[in-house]
């Protein structure tokens, strides 16, 4: 909660500890979610290519 009165920085800090803060940590948590996402996709598109790779070559 935003307190009126006290030192500029006091304000400051409590904006961002109730605001800012959890809203740059659930976008913090959001990218790390990505990020794993996207190196699962890149992993399986990688095993996929080897597969396909392996069963071309038995069928030529």
Do not use: D, H
């Amino acid at each position: 909660m935003l307190m009126l009165c006290g030192p500029r920085e006091t304000q400051v800090q409590a904006l961002y500890k109730g605001g800012i803060g959890c809203l740059f940590q659930f976008v913090t948590q959001c990218e790390s979610q990505l990020e794993a996402s996207w190196t699962a996709l890149k992993a399986w598109k990688s095993g996929y290519k080897s597969y396909l790779n392996k069963r071309k070559c038995l069928f030529q």
